[in-house]
């Protein structure tokens, strides 16, 4: 042991290829490259499709990030998409009755409430975060619903839509400016910060992780609770993109967010995760969306041809 | 040893470094420690020993900070210390290498050394300094580990090393290494011991945990031993023999009644291996369990006797040698080849391979009768109902609803209905890991008649257990296993108590 340098460690491993970590890239630059030549002359390379698919990319890697938190802790959060459209209709409410500030504080509010509630659940009260979520997200959708009577809030503060996903930066739109917003820090969190490493941890062993001083329970707390304010984030990102707050808004976003985190390498058991592979995950289902969308395929094909690709990735990603 | 331990072996001059006096801790009313007094002088080894339940591990768990002690005071350096929680255990400087490893599998080396305490400039963690600080400990160690590799891609060896060298991260002074050699190789353990000659010539010192006699005076400078949640004796190991020391830990125990070895010599030869070797590490066993034979594999723990079962059952794979039974040669490549040839393992752990803990007793006992009793896919609830009642007699489970959960019985009453699962589909050979573990005395004694019994009806079992006195009364025949092998047959003046097997599988007085 002292005198021989074992066969494991010999190998410098910084560049090396890790199927499972890595097979989002592969699959999105062959997605990119089928779909470069089946669909040159639908106009498929072209920067209206470059941002086209950025866009669609956008909301979900917002959502997505928490989610990547949430899943690298071994958790879930199926309340996000129901949470975000509640989002988007207390901020539309309070912006028409209180005016921007409280609007935006309202909506950031509603997430830390639900996040809190469903972190103190989770971590606290050590019920399973799936049955936690669930609960929540027919409670938020439920919520956003009632208090509207089904019905959309229009959104008439003209400055609340530009900052949140209305408006564009020079050439660039908003909501892309949120989306790199997110991953980055996101990334940073997760890579360089202690936070980062207690997620992993936790999710890995948290016996090891109790073992090493971490506070379990405080570190899924506040993956929940950043994971909720993520999803309202994105909820009043919808809101300014379509002037309006609605129950719907978000609906379904949930699964698209942890398709995305799967697909980018995170185990879906914990312990692994990455921001910049979640964010390459909602690329790749964006890309796959508009390219159907090109193709001339209706929404209930692109449905059944987006399940068929995620299963692949996560068998493909599974063989190691 | 050194020149620094050879100053401060067994002497009082030397201040402890960590010093409990009169602890004692309860679990729901029952005493578990009683007044233990134990002390650590730095440079030293000071080996812990005991019997199982003698209060080792809560002792240890009290300093760590795993456990609040009840009464009794500690003291590290001198001072007074209470400790809440693992966290003011570390900042005293006490480090745990732990027994089941505690380290992150998908965190690198480096990583988990300074999980939750990484160096960092800003709030950014600093990788650079990290490696590089994780490389100097294992300089200081002199081992070569790469801080960089990620831990799941390294054997066991090396997460031992990462263990202790995350002690030293975090400036222990005292580390508490519980049966670290179990699950390492000869020369493993070698370079384990040199290091902690190393780190006691720092002035650390070792609490030493371990079963086998031989390492304890390899490396140890004293021992105290503890006996039924108290302080037995502290001693120098050079003033003390391993006869002196098997008695502490053994005591004068009851001796369970046992019944007479039975001589099948003249018997057929029911189990026959040959050569035997698996996976899992162990090799060249060969061994012979006659018609109405009960044959007990003793050894220490590690000692290849959990692999051998494993193998035998097909959980493990068989890599060379054969397996008779009943004189036909049989290939057992997984669980279900075993039981075709009527070969039934009962597992070391009942909660979680035995049995389905929520589901009643009598569901419990018809699982492996399911395919017996039903016709076409319909289950036929009537004729499992009767062999459920039958065996719940024959086995005498204490049950006051068959319909209970087997949760809610006692171990003994679950390991009866485990043995009652086995044997009533009638195998021809029955393996047993540990049968008595975690079941109270009175339930011992029928579990143990009711093997013999089924033994004495013309079956083949082998039983292994870490319980000497059960194992004396189960067996007729003891095979000693060391190093994944079977070593010998032992004689008789070997097996007349307690105190003669223990010594003999310690490997003392024996040429």
Known sequence: MSESTATATASRRRFSFDWRRDIIYVGFVAVLAIFSVLLRDEGFLSTASFWNILRQAAIVSVIAVGMTLVIAAAEIDLSVGSVAGLASVVTAMALSHYGLVPGILAGLALGAVIGSINGALVAFARIPSFLVTLAMMGIAFGIAQWVTKSAPVPILDLTYVANFGGGNIGPIPGLII??????????????????????????????????????????????????????????????????????????????????????????????????????????????????????GLDTSQQQIIRGVIIILAVALARKN | MTAASQAVRGGPSAAPLVSMRGITKSFSGVKVLDGVDFEVVAGEVHALAGGNGAGKSTLMKILQGVYQLDGGT???????????????????????????????????????????????????????????????????????????????????????????????????????????????????????????ERLTDDGIAVVYISHRMEEVYEIADRITILRNGKHLLTSALADITPEQIVEGIVGRTVAMAAPPRRDCTDRPVVLSLAGLAAGNGLHDVSLEVREGEVVGLAGLMGSGRTELARALFGIDAITAGTVRIDGREVKIGKPGDALAHRLVLVPEDRRLQGLVLSHSVNSNLQL???????????????????????????????????????????????????????????????????????VDIGTKAEIIEAIRAFAAEGH????????????????????????????????????????????????????
């Open chain 1, 178 to 295: 949120w989306m790199v917003l997110f991953v980055a820090v996101g990334t940073v969190v997760l890579k360089k910060m202690r936070f980062g490493r207690q997620i992993l941890a936790t999710g890995a062993n948290p016996v090891a992780a109790e073992y090493s001083g971490i506070r379990t329970s405080w570190v899924r707390f506040r993956v929940m609770l950043i994971c909720s304010m993520g999803a309202a984030i994105a909820g009043m990102l919808y809101a300014g993109r379509l002037q309006s707050g609605r129950f719907q808004w978000g609906a379904g976003d949930e699964m698209n967010a942890i398709a995305a985190v799967i697909l980018g390498g995170t185990a879906l058991a914990g312990g692994r995760g990455s921001v910049i592979g979640t964010f390459f995950g909602a690329l790749l289902m964006a890309t796959i969306n508009y390219g159907l969308i090109l193709a």
């Open chain 2, 74 to 196: 500690v003291e590290v350096s001198g001072k007074p210390r209470r400790f809440g929680s693992i966290h003011d255990a570390k900042r005293a400087g006490l480090g745990m290498v732990f027994q089941e490893f505690s380290l992150v599998p998908t965190l690198t080396v480096a990583q988990n050394i300074f999980l939750n305490d990484e160096p960092r400039t800003g709030r950014m963690i600093d990788d650079r300094q990290m490696v590089r600080r994780a490389r100097e400990i294992f300089e200081r160690m002199q081992v070569s580990v790469d801080p960089t590799a990620p831990m799941a891609s390294l054997p066991t060896a090396y997460w031992q090393l990462t263990e202790i060298a995350k002690a030293l991260a975090e400036d222990a002074r005292v580390l508490i290494m519980d049966e670290p050699t179990a699950a390492l190789a000869q020369q493993e353990v070698r370079a384990l011991f040199d290091l902690v």
């Open chain 2, 368 to 438: 492996p009768h399911l395919g017996d009793h039903s016709r076409g896919g319909w289950v036929d609830d009537r004729a499992l109902g009767s062999l459920a009642r039958r065996l719940v007699d024959e086995f005498r489970i204490k049950v006051a609803r068959p319909e209970a959960p087997a949760s809610l019985l006692s171990g003994g009453n679950q390991q009866k209905i485990v043995l009652a699962k086995w044997i009533s589909r009638d195998p021809r050979v029955l393996v047993m890991d540990e049968p008595t573990a975690g």
């Open chain 2, 460 to 511: 083949a079992v082998v039983v292994i257990s870490s319980e000497y006195p059960e194992l004396l009364a189960m067996s007729d025949r003891l095979l000693l296993m060391r190093e994944s092998t079977v070593e010998r047959e032992l004689d008789p003046t070997e097996t007349t108590d307690e105190q003669a097997l223990e010594l003999a599988v310690q490997g003392v007085n024996h040429e």
